[in-house]
C-alpha cells in the first residue's frame, strides 16, 4: 500500500465520513476510507443467552467500560474497552468519554434527534457578546440542512419560531395526548413553547452511515474500505508542508502500515480526530488545537405523575407521546445569572415508575408502584456549554494504547453557568409540571458529568482568522490546504441541540467544497 497513492483518504466510517464518501465519490472521486473496527454482523457477533448464564449477570465487567451508561454484559462487544484504548482526567473532573469502534461508529447508535442549529448559536456572540461567532450562518448552511433532512427523513412540524428552524420534514401530524395539551397550555401561561420534536426516521429503523450513506458510495466504485486498522499518525511532504501519508496499524496483527494521500479528511469524532493531529504535532500553528471542548448539560429534570391516570385509570388518550421545549431564554430578554440557554425533553409513558421515585419500600412501595403505573411524565434538559479555552485536551506523556499510540488527556468541567441553567430548567419544569395539575415526585438538579450526553465538539474549531482557529469556514486546516476535518471538532459553540444534523450538513457542504478544489487543481 505504501506504493499506492490515493485520491481522497477519509478516517472514520460515522455519519461525517460517510457523508463525506457519499459526496466525493459521486462527484467521481476516488477514496479510501480506514475504520478503527470491524464490520459488525449480527448473525456471527450476537447470540441470545439468559442472563444467568453471564459472568456479571448482564451488568458491566468491573473496569472495562466505567463510563458508559449505556454499557452491560449483553452489550459489552459493543464500546470501546477502556482498558485497551484509555483515557485520562483528574479525578475531581471526570469526563464520560463514549467510543464505538465499529464500521459506521455511533452513528449506528444515535438518538436520532434532529435539530437544525440557528443564528442564536451561530451568531452568538453578536446576540450576547460572549465567546465567538462562527464563520458562516444559518443561511449558508440552509440548503445543506435541507438535502441531509430529506436523505434522513426528518419528520417534524413547522412552527415559525428563529431559536428552532424549520426544515425539509416529513409533517408530524400526530394527536397531543391530554396529558401533554396540558403542559403545552401551562406553558403558553408562563411564555415558554412546547412542540413538536424533530426525528430521523431513517430507513427500516435504522438512520445510520451504513445504510444511508455508504451504499451509495459503494455504488459507484469509487470507495474501498479497510476495517481493524489504527491510525497512529499523519505525515508531511518536508518541500511542500503538505499531508501525504498516514501510519496506521493492524488492530490484531499489530502489522505497521501506511498508504499514501493526495487530500486526508478526517472524520474520527471530535476527540479521536484532535488525538490524531496532536500526536502527529499538525494543524496548531493558532496554537487553539484541543482548546474550547465543549458538550452539552444532561441530567436535570423532575419525574412527574399525572393523577387522572392512576389506579389504573390511564388511556392512550390521556398518557404517552413526546414533546420538546426548544430554548426560550435568554433571547429577547436576559437571565439574571447564566448566559444562552437550554432546551427540554418531554416524555409521558404508559409503562410502570422506577421505584426510586419514591420514598417507600417493602409493601408500601409495592402498592406505589401499582398504583402510580402509567400515570408517567418527565422532564430533561439539553443545556448549552459555553466553549473555555481553559477546557481542552492534550496526549497524555505515560499513557498509551494497546498500539502504543499515546492517549488523550481530558481537562474540563462544568462551572457556574451550567449549574445555573440546570436550576433554572428544573425549576421551570417544576413551575409548568405544577400549573398542568401533576404531581411532582422527584426533582434532579445536577449535571452529569461533561462527555455523558457524548455530544463532544469544539477542539479543531473553524474561524476566519488563522490565529485563532484551526479550520476555515469550508472545514479546510488553515495550515495544511490538503487536510479537512468534517466531524464535530469544527464546531464554534454546540448550542443546546443534538449536533448530528449540523454535522451532517457540514460535511456534505465541506466536501462538496473539496470536490470543486480538487476539479480546479487547487487541492
Known sequence: MAEEKVDVLIIGSGHSGGMAAKVLTEKGISCLMLNAGPIPDPTKDTEWKP???????????????????????????????????PYTYNPQHPYNWVRVRLFGGRSLFWSRQSFRLSDYEFKAKSHDGYGDD???SLADVDPYYSRVEQIFRVTGAKDGLPQYPDGNFVPDDSPWTECMKRFIAAGKKLGVPVCK???????????????????????????????????????????????????????????????????????????????????????????V?????????????????????????????????AALVPRFRNLDTKAPDFLRGYALNVYSSLGPMDPRNFAAYGEELEQKLESYHGSGFATSIMGEVLARYEN????????????????????????????NMARDAVNTS?????????????????PNPPGYSIHELGTCRMGDDPKTSVLNKWNQSHDIKNLFVVDGGCFVSGGWQNPTLTILALAMRASEYLAEQMRQGNV
Open 430 to 446: 417544576v413551575a409548568m409540571a405544577e400549573a398542568a395539575g401533576f404531581e411532582v415526585l422527584t426533582k434532579n438538579y445536577e
Open 289 to 321: 488545537l484541543g482548546h474550547y471542548l465543549i458538550d452539552q448539560v444532561y441530567g436535570p429534570g423532575i419525574v412527574c405523575s399525572v393523577p387522572e391516570a392512576r389506579d389504573g385509570k390511564a388511556t392512550p388518550e390521556m398518557i404517552g407521546g
Open 51 to 85: 442472563a444467568y448464564a453471564l459472568p456479571y449477570r448482564g451488568f458491566k465487567e468491573p473496569g472495562k467500560v466505567p463510563h458508559i451508561f449505556q454499557a452491560n454484559e449483553f452489550n459489552a462487544n459493543t464500546w470501546v474497552d477502556e482498558q485497551e484504548v
Open 134 to 136: 462562527w464563520p458562516i
Open 392 to 419: 481542552h485536551v492534550s496526549i497524555d506523556p505515560h499513557v498509551v494504547d494497546a498500539w502504543g499510540i499515546p492517549a488523550l488527556h481530558i481537562d474540563t468541567k462544568y462551572t457556574d453557568n451550567e449549574f
Open 197 to 287: 420534536g424533530r426525528r430521523s426516521l431513517g430507513v427500516n429503523g435504522l438512520a445510520s452511515s451504513v445504510n444511508l450513506l455508504l451504499p451509495d458510495a459503494f455504488a459507484t466504485g469509487k470507495l474501498k474500505a479497510i476495517p481493524n486498522v489504527v491510525v497512529r499518525e499523519l505525515g508531511v511532504d518536508k518541500n511542500t508542508g503538505l499531508v501525504n501519508e498516514v501510519h496506521f496499524v493492524e488492530r490484531h496483527s499489530r502489522r505497521e502500515m501506511s498508504v499514501k494521500a493526495h487530500v486526508v479528511v478526517l472524520a474520527a469524532g471530535t476527540l479521536e480526530s484532535t488525538r490524531l493531529l496532536l500526536n502527529s504535532k499538525l494543524a496548531n500553528s493558532s496554537g
